[in-house]
């Protein structure tokens, strides 16, 4: 038995050496979340990209709109080298200047189509803002809850580190046993343990934040938020219908499949003005190979649509536009579901956070300092402390998360809606 518990003590002393938290990063950022949105709006590189998608997109609408340039043909003897030179008796020109006409209106139409994407590339630009806007205030709100455990892991590690100190002495004394000695130290380095868990939680979040607000590697970032749970806990949500019809409204995926539907309906009108023949004209200048010298006419060409009339192109708009019509239809069932299921769960989490919870916590904080005093005094056991030690991991630990999850409720319901509904700041 004395073995065993010499060999424990080596493995734990082995472990704490392991287990000592990891220093944090030189610099250190501390940004509430209208300073992070306004680095964000600034910064991210994502953003930049779907911007100048959208002047891409911009610059297409003008050049749909320009007309084709004339075709100049022209056709002459070069065996005397007088390009242009040759006198009436002998030598050949023939000049012609030819410009496409489009009819049926296909110019327009394709400007129609170019707008239609520029539009299209508006609205995923405002996805993508309202996408990574919710990812960022989400890894805020969850650097922020690990931050309080973290906070509680080291203030419990503190006040079990001075106690694990004075039994040692107490242990070298002879007045508790190796066993008591062994119980407390292994409950130090659960706790140091339970620390680095968390710590490893952060630095995937903490990256993925740096890579938002486009930061430097060594940055860490420090959420100062400030959001009010006791306004939170009184905040009466509009009526269910008016905050799923306001998602229809504001949010961009659903903007997006509805463009992309009147994209296709377009797309269907230019494809029918495609098959309409298009006009080539231009006066043309001959020399002498027509039946009178420096004959002068007017050329005009036009296909004759016998065989294709674009009928596979225009079935395939149709069923393009069919099929948008179908994603825009379950985008909006879609839509309304996250809605009613965002409200619901924020409404089931109001519910179970309250101000006596916080009362709860604020009290259960008093009993753990008085907890460590009764022990320090011999008047609990060991394994009473350690046992209540447990216990008050585990509720605040739960406490923490649930208080987390009402948060992020109410960022994920202004995140489906599209508008700010609960005032997170």
């Not at 000049?95 to 489009?102: D, Y």
């Not at 049926?104 to 394709?110: E, F, I």
């Not at 002068?296 to 016998?306: A, D």
């Not at 393009?320 to 909006?332: R, W």
Request: some cysteine; charged content about 20%; hydrophobic content about 40%.
């Amino acid at each position: 038995m004395r073995s065993l518990i010499a060999t424990a003590a080596i493995l734990f002393a082995c472990l704490c050496g392991v287990a000592q938290p990891a220093p944090p990063p030189i610099d250190t950022l501390h940004l509430s979340v209208p300073e992070a949105e306004k680095l964000f709006l600034q910064r991210n590189l994502d953003l930049l990209a779907a911007k100048y998608n959208v002047d891409a997109n911009k610059a297409l609408i003008q050049q749909a709109k320009l007309w084709d340039n004339p075709v100049l043909n022209t056709d002459q003897n070069i065996y005397d080298g007088k390009f242009f030179r040759h006198n009436n008796t002998y030598g050949q020109v023939f000049v012609q200047v030819q410009q496409l006409i489009r009819t049926a209106g296909k110019r327009s139409k394709l400007a129609q189509l170019a707008t239609d994407n520029t539009a299209i590339a508006q609205a995923q630009f405002d996805d993508v803002v309202r996408s990574l806007h919710y990812t960022l205030l989400s890894d805020m709100i969850e650097v922020g809850h690990l931050g309080k455990i973290i906070s509680l892991y080291s203030k419990q590690i503190v006040e079990v580190d001075k106690l694990v100190t004075g039994m040692e002495q107490v242990y070298q004394l002879g007045n508790i046993s190796l066993k008591d000695n062994l119980r407390l130290k292994a409950l130090l380095f659960g706790l140091q343990n339970d620390l680095l868990n968390v710590q490893s939680q952060v630095i995937p979040l903490q990256a993925e934040l740096r890579l938002l607000l486009q930061t430097g590697d060594s940055t860490y970032i420090v959420p100062d938020l400030q959001y009010g749970i006791d306004a939170m806990l009184s905040q009466q949500l509009p009526p269910v219908d008016s905050l799923v019809q306001a998602a229809l409204s504001n949010r961009p995926d659903l903007k997006i499949a509805t463009l992309n539907r009147d994209l296709q309906a377009h797309n269907i009108i230019y494809q029918k003005a495609l098959a309409k023949p298009d006009l080539t004209i231009g006066p043309e200048y001959d020399q002498r190979s027509s039946y009178i010298n420096h004959y002068v006419g007017l050329s005009v060409s036009l296909p004759l649509p016998l065989f294709n009339r674009n009928q596979g192109n225009i079935k395939s708009a149709e069923a393009s536009f069919k099929q948008t019509d179908t994603q825009v239809k379950q985008q909006n069932s879609q839509v309304s579901g996250e809605v009613r299921s965002a409200i619901e769960q924020f409404l089931v989490l109001q519910k179970v956070n309250s101000k006596e919870l916080s009362d709860f916590a604020e009290k259960y904080d008093g009993l753990f300092q008085n907890m460590l005093k009764s022990y320090q005094a011999r008047q609990i056991n060991l394994l009473d402390f350690t046992d209540f030690l447990d216990a008050y991991k585990e509720t605040r630990l739960k406490l923490t998360e649930q208080q987390m999850n009402f948060v992020k409720a109410a960022a994920n319901l202004d995140f489906v809606t599209n508008q700010p509904i609960v005032p997170l700041q």
